[in-house]
C-alpha cells in the first residue's frame, strides 16, 4: 500500500523547503527590467544581504548555483600560480580546491582526521612554516553538506592570526548561512561564500559572495578575473543589469527579498536557536536509533555536529532501501550518501523553513521504514526528539 497522497516533504540538506510566500512571490509576469519595481527590490536585496552574512562587505549575486560563487570569490582575489590551502573536512573544500586548481592556482590540502572537523592548531603550524607567505588564500567549508562537519571559523581565524599570516581567509556558508551563528566580520573572514537554496529557502540558481575591504584590495590586482564574474563590471553604475553580467534574475530576486523578509521578522539570532533545536532533536533520535550493526553519527565529536544537516552511518542497513521506502510510499525525500560515504550513508537536511510537525514527520517516517526493514534499532527516535522540541514549548 501506498500512503504517498499528500503534499511531498522534502529533508535533502538542499534545496531546502521553499515557503509558500517565497513560490508567492516568483508567481508574476516580466517586469521592466531597466526601471521600476525589479530595479527597487534588487538594490533592497543588496543592501540587506550583507545583515546575512553580518558584515559591512560589499554583497555580489551571480546567476548560479553555489559552484558558481565559488569561481567568483577566486577568479576576483587570485592570480594564476598562486598558492592556495584547502582545509578538508568532507567533501565541499575540496571541490573548491580543485576549481581553484582548474583555474590556475597552486593548490595544497590540509586533511582533517577522518570523520572530524579542521584542527586549527594544524592550520597554525601549516601556516607558521609558510615564512615567505606563498598561500595566498585559506578555503574552508562551515559545514560541509557532505560529511555534516561543522567547523569552527573563529577558532581557524585565530589560527592564521597566531601564526601572523596575511593569507585571505574564504569560507563556505553555502550549507549554514541562516542556519548557524556565522559573523564573517566579528570573525576576519575576508570572503564569504553563499547559495539561495539552502537556509535562505529561495530556490537554487543565486549564487552570493560577501567581500571584505582586504578582498577587495587583492581584487585590484587578481588575473584570474574573467567577464562574467568581474567585480569591477558589477559595481559599474551605469546600468542596474551589470550587477547580474546581463538580464536579472527576476523571479529570483522577488523570491530572496521575500525570504529576506521572513528572515528579518523572524530575527537572524532568532532563527539560529530555532535550527539548533530541530537539530538537537535530530541528534536525539539517531542517539536513540543507534544499535550494533544499526544506524549511527559521521560525525564523531558531538560539538561538530552541524545545526543544519545531520549525515547517518547506515552500518549493516540497506540504506538506499530505507531512503527508496521513505520517498516512494511516504513522499519523503531524504539526502544521499555523497563521494566516500554514497554507498554507506544518508543525510537528513533540518534547513529552512521548518516547524515542529515536519521535523517529527521527517523522523517518523524514517523510524517506519527502519521498522519495516527490521533494521536494529534501540529506542523510538520519534520519542527522544519529541521530548526535544517539548522543552521549547515552555
Not at 544506524?295 to 542497513?317: K, Y
Request: contains cysteine; negative net charge; proline residues 5%.
Amino acid at each position: 500500500m501506498q500512503l504517498n497522497r499528500g503534499r511531498p516533504l522534502t529533508a535533502m540538506p538542499g534545496p531546502s523547503v521553499i515557503p509558500d510566500q517565497v513560490l508567492d512571490a516568483m508567481h508574476r509576469p516580466m517586469p521592466n527590467i531597466y526601471e521600476g519595481s525589479l530595479i527597487d527590490t534588487s538594490v533592497s536585496v543588496f543592501e540587506d544581504l550583507p545583515k546575512i552574512a553580518q558584515t559591512s562587505g560589499t554583497a555580489f549575486m551571480a546567476i548560479s548555483n553555489g559552484h558558481g560563487a565559488w569561481e567568483m570569490a577566486l577568479t576576483n582575489t587570485l592570480s594564476r600560480g598562486e598558492k592556495v590551502l584547502v582545509l578538508e573536512s568532507g567533501r565541499f573544500a575540496v571541490g573548491w580546491g580543485e576549481q581553484a586548481k582548474m583555474l590556475g592556482a597552486a593548490v595544497e590540502i590540509l586533511r582533517a582526521p577522518d570523520r572530524h572537523p579542521v584542527n586549527p592548531a594544524a592550520v597554525e603550524q601549516y601556516l607558521r612554516e609558510d615564512r615567505e607567505h606563498r598561500v595566498k588564500a585559506v578555503l574552508v567549508v562551515q559545514v560541509d553538506t557532505a560529511s555534516g562537519v561543522w567547523n569552527d571559523i573563529a577558532a581557524i581565524r585565530r589560527a592564521i592570526d597566531a601564526a601572523n599570516h596575511p593569507a585571505l581567509f574564504m569560507v563556505d556558508c553555502i550549507a549554514s548561512l541562516a542556519c548557524v551563528e556565522y559573523r564573517m566580520d566579528e570573525w576576519g573572514v575576508d570572503v564569504t561564500v553563499g547559495g539561495s537554496q539552502k537556509g535562505l529557502m529561495v530556490p537554487p540558481g543565486l549564487g552570493i559572495v560577501w567581500a571584505g575591504r582586504r578582498a577587495m584590495d587583492a581584487h585590484a590586482s587578481a588575473d584570474m578575473r574573467s567577464p562574467y564574474w568581474d567585480w569591477t563590471n558589477r559595481l559599474s553604475e551605469s546600468a542596474h543589469y551589470l550587477r547580474y553580467c546581463g538580464t536579472a534574475p527576476i523571479q529570483h530576486i522577488y523570491a530572496m527579498r521575500t525570504a529576506l523578509d521572513m528572515l528579518q521578522a523572524e530575527g537572524l539570532e532568532t532563527a539560529w536557536a530555532r535550527h539548533t533545536v530541530f537539530a538537537d532533536a535530530v541528534r536525539a533520535a539517531v542517539a536513540a536509533w543507534a544499535a550494533p550493526g544499526g544506524l549511527e553519527f559521521n560525525v564523531l565529536d558531538p560539538g561538530h555536529r552541524s545545526n543544519s544537516t545531520t549525515t547517518i552511518l547506515t552500518g549493516n542497513i540497506d540504506g538506499e532501501r530505507l531512503r527508496r521506502l521513505c520517498e516512494d510510499y511516504a513522499g519523503l525525500t531524504l539526502g544521499i550518501g555523497l563521494g566516500d560515504l554514497a554507498q554507506r550513508s544518508f543525510r537528513i537536511g533540518h534547513m529552512g523553513s521548518l516547524n515542529p510537525p515536519m521535523v517529527l514527520g521527517t523522523l517518523g517516517t524514517v523510524e517506519a521504514a527502519l521498522t519495516a526493514i527490521e533494521g536494529p534499532m534501540r529506542h523510538s527516535g520519534v520519542a527522544a526528539a519529541a521530548r526535544v522540541i517539548a522543552t521549547a514549548f515552555n
